[in-house]
Every structure is written in C-alpha cells, then in structure tokens.
C-alpha cells in the first residue's frame, strides 16, 4: 500500500516557467515532509522541506504548499530553468516512539524545455 | 559539508554471493538508512538504525540484514545474493532533532546480480 503517492511519472515546463509537482500521502500521523531532487547516477539532495503544523514553506525559487485537510503537498518551482531538470521525491517522515522513518513517493520526472 | 560515502559505485556478483555494502557518514549523525531504488517504484526502505548497534526493519528487509558497529558507518549485507536484489542502493543519515529535517544520501552502489 503506498502510503505517499506522486500520481504524474513525468512533467514538461517552458524554461521560465512555474512547474509544479504534486504529492498526496494517505497517513495522518505524518509530521514532517521533504522534497529531493535527484540527477542519473547521484544520490537524492534534499532541497525543501515543511513542518506539518505549517501549510507553506519558501526558499528562493522554490515553495512548498502543504494542506492537511487534502493529505496534500506540492512543489512550486518559479522560474524554472534547464538544470532544475531531474526527478523529484516527495518524502514523507513518520516518528514512532522516537526513531524516524521516511517513505518516499515513486518520483515525477521534471523536463525543463529551453 | 555533509558526507556521506558508499565504498562502490557500481558491483557485479553472482547469484548466492555474500555481499557487502559500506557507508560511511562524517557528520555524527544519529540515523543511517538504507533503501533501493528502482524504476517505478520511487526509494524502499530496507533497513535503518537509529544509534550504535540498533537496527530496525523497514519495509523490504528481506533476503538483507545490516550492521552498525560504529556510529559513523551502517553496513548492508545480502546474504545470499539473488537476481531480484539487482538495484541501486542508497544510504542516507540524518540527526534526531526537532527543527529543521532533512537526509543526506550517498551517491548510491548500482548493483548487478547475474
């Protein structure tokens, strides 16, 4: 059962652009949720992160929107540009009796088009 | 910066071999993880520890075990190596503090199991 479900396996923008990546979750008890981008043959660097008792979170170009309500979260990237092309990785951490675990959606492929 | 190091970028083993991945991390952190990757299916988590010599199951534990003698490095191990064990392999590590969360991951180990 997936528990964090990214629904768009791909997604092209215009350069200049805002793209936006979408990302739903099914469990309640999720306090904590991350976006990663990731290259071909690299490891995922993280790039935004939100608290589950805020609904937004802004780092230069990117926002990341969280409604609870909807079990939603979205990235917003504004403007977007070629090397913001990669996959991106919703994450969701979830913390039981003081340890962490995170579960990962299965990635939007981001294609950024000069 | 945050380092974290996986010993082999790409290996190649043969069905029913001991194999062991290594990860090394520099910033003290608490918890290391382990997960695959692969196409279509987003990052699994295997495995992870949230101190020396803890280790807990994450969702796909089968056919591994880990290892955690020292704080900076979190050992993978497929006992018995099979075919369907061929992936990319990531480690990641994190702190156990309120406040700011994200995960630093290795480049990843890109296995081929014939």
């Known amino acids: 059962d997936q528990q964090v479900k990214q629904n768009s396996p791909s997604l092209s923008v215009q350069e200049g652009r805002i793209s936006i990546l979408n990302c739903d979750y099914t469990?309640?008890?999720?306090?904590?949720f991350l976006w990663y981008k990731k290259y071909p043959a690299e490891g995922p660097t993280f790039l935004i992160s939100i608290s589950s008792i805020k609904d937004k979170n802004e780092d230069g170009r990117f926002t990341v929107f969280l409604n609870k309500s909807a079990k939603h979260l979205s990235l917003h990237i504004v403007p977007s540009q070629p090397g913001d092309s990669a996959v991106y990785f919703c994450a969701a951490r979830l913390t039981t009796s003081g340890t962490y675990k995170y579960i990962f959606g299965t990635g939007t492929r981001l294609k950024v088009l000069a | 910066d945050v380092k974290v190091t996986q010993s082999s970028r790409y290996l190649v083993k043969r069905t029913g071999e001991k194999v062991f991945l290594e990860c090394v991390q520099d910033?003290?952190?608490?918890?290391m993880f382990w997960y695959r990757q692969d196409p279509g299916l987003g990052l699994r988590l295997i495995y992870f520890s949230y101190d020396v010599k803890m280790k807990e199951k994450g969702d796909i534990p089968e056919g591994y075990s880990v290892s955690r003698e020292k704080k900076e490095r979190f050992s993978l191990i497929l006992e018995s190596a099979s075919t369907n064990q061929t992936s990319m392999y990531l480690c990641?590590?994190?702190?156990?503090?309120?406040?700011?969360?994200?995960?630093?991951f290795g480049p990843g180990t890109r296995l081929l199991v014939l």
């Open positions: 469990n309640s008890m999720f306090d904590y």
């Open positions: 910033m003290d952190h608490e918890n």
């Open positions: 990641a590590s994190s702190f156990s503090r309120r406040g700011k969360e994200t995960q630093y």
